[in-house]
């Protein structure tokens, strides 16, 4: 009776240490989803961020045509105005002659 009651006392010390071993698995499981879910939003938050720094460049990029351009006026505003300042002093020397 007594290597009976030792094996029964083994079997329940075995079944303790496997439910405790079912619980750290569990526990563990849990714990790799978890790191699968942040890595995921990391993922989806650098897309993002991917995606505001192209947004950003495009914008860039037209802020730098539109200024060209807004350059360019400029140049054209400032030799026509050249011209004109020469018209009218070329006019006003013709009224001052007659």
Request: a negative charge; hydrophobic letters at 45%.
């Amino acid at each position: 009776m007594t290597a009976i009651g030792g094996i029964v006392a083994r079997i329940e010390e075995i079944s303790g240490v496997a439910g405790a071993l079912a619980a750290a698995i569990g526990q563990q499981d849990a714990t790799t989803q978890e790191i699968v879910r942040n890595v995921s939003q990391a993922a989806v938050g650098a897309g993002e961020v991917t995606h505001t720094i192209t947004g950003v460049a495009g914008a860039a990029e037209e802020t730098g045509a539109a200024a060209r351009q807004l350059l360019a006026a400029a140049s054209d505003l400032s030799r026509h105005s050249r011209h004109l300042d020469d018209e009218v002093g070329r006019f006003l020397s013709g009224v001052r002659a007659a």
